[in-house]
């Protein structure tokens, strides 16, 4: 590992560290200030931005966002909230459940900040220490993504094993990650279970409630979304959403029934063929053009609608059906706090994951290098 290549590891990792004391939008706007420096300070060749991951989150975060304007996303909080205040004594192992559930179902671990403060209302009002059932049900929400077929990380995973040559589909994941994170989940939650001293006995809290004033800050009040009503445009808006989710699952399973375009692709070992990129005298969407395939140097393919062009599809259309058939609001869904939180990871992903890959880019061969010998001794 050379100096220099330490020197600009050095700095994608101060560009990283800058950002995550700012927060929010900066961490992906400062990467771009590494990002810069890479580029033009040392004339490294740019890497790819994620455009595929980045346009699936904002399929999904925008439906998302719509069904929580049209009131949708309240509904499946207080399903949730139901369950929990029923059965208040197993939050611990409930409450990671229900936030992993909605992830799996939405898609992004942004939806269960509503449901958060209620988990915590609910364990103290028990006398639950509240950081048992919210700490795992934090890592819960973030899990499930891995189990989503509807998330960007998954439909990546896909993509990039099939572009390696494996033919791996979302349901094949699914029958790991599922039972490998609700195994997590629980083994996570009996660890949590006794986390830290039952608050009757936390002398420091016990402090706290002999104050009066903050002893009406901690019981005064109840969070909860049981009070609000809920319209019937909103249950038809997450019977659009399930619906959604429904046929990319389907579609998934039957990847067969999906419509197929024709592809023009240079055959790269063609003899006496030189080719330079995707060029090869014609590009291959020049001959595409013509329709024309050159014995030896092109050839035809049918090749099916990939499954992140799907999702992106059917979010946005039933984006669109929420918006017409249930009322809701596009400016709120734009003020939504899904939406917003989604754009800003949308932000972060961008620049985090622009300025990774420029290092790992023109460093592959070293790292890989590096590895191997690692793996050999």
Not at 141 to 152: H, K, L, R, V, Y
Not at 185 to 190: G, N
Not at 326 to 350: D, F, H, N, R, T
């Amino acid at each position: 590992m050379s100096l220099l290549m330490i020197l600009q590891l050095c700095i994608v990792l101060a560009a990283l560290w800058l950002g995550s004391r700012y927060g929010s939008l900066a961490l992906g706007a400062i990467s771009g200030i590494g990002l810069a420096i890479l580029v033009f300070g040392f004339n490294m060749k740019p890497g790819t931005p994620p455009t595929d991951v980045i346009y699936i989150i904002i399929a999904a975060v925008t439906c998302a966002g719509i069904m929580q304007a049209s009131g949708g996303m309240d509904w499946l909080i207080q399903l949730a909230e139901k369950l929990l205040r029923k059965h208040p004594a197993r939050i611990t192992f409930l409450a990671p459940l229900c936030t992993f559930v909605l992830t799996v179902l939405v898609g992004t671990g942004h939806v269960v900040y509503t449901l958060m403060p209620i988990i915590c209302d609910i364990a103290i009002k028990k006398g639950i220490r509240p950081e048992r059932p919210c700490g795992i049900a934090s890592i819960a929400s973030q899990i499930g993504i891995t189990c989503s077929p509807i998330a960007a990380a998954v439909v990546a995973f896909i993509t990039i094993s099939g572009t390696n040559g494996f033919a791996i589909t979302i349901p094949k994941v699914l029958m790991v990650t599922v039972p490998a994170c609700l195994l997590g989940i629980f083994c996570a939650s009996v660890a949590s279970y006794k986390r830290g001293k039952d608050l009757d006995k936390d002398s420091e809290f016990q402090k706290k409630l002999a104050d009066p004033g903050q002893r009406e800050f901690i019981y005064g009040s109840t969070a909860t979304t049981l009070n609000q009503k809920i319209a019937p445009e909103s249950k038809r808006a997450v019977y659009i959403f399930f619906g959604a989710l429904l046929v990319i699952v389907f579609f998934a399973i039957f990847q067969d029934l999906l419509p197929s375009h024709v592809s023009v692709k240079a055959i790269k070992d063609a003899p006496g063929v030189e080719l330079i990129g995707s060029r090869v005298k014609l590009s291959a969407d020049e001959l595409a053009k013509l329709g024309v395939s050159v014995e030896g140097i092109t050839k035809m393919e049918l090749v099916p609608l990939k499954m992140n062009i799907v999702i992106q599809i059917v979010m946005i259309t039933a984006a669109a059906l929420m918006i017409i058939f249930c009322k809701a609001s596009p400016k709120k869904a734009v003020s939504g706090p899904v939406w917003q939180s989604g754009m800003v990871a949308v932000v972060a992903i961008y620049g985090i994951a622009w300025l990774a890959d420029t290092y790992f880019a023109n460093y592959l061969g070293e790292i890989q290098e590096m590895l191997a010998g690692m793996v050999k001794q």
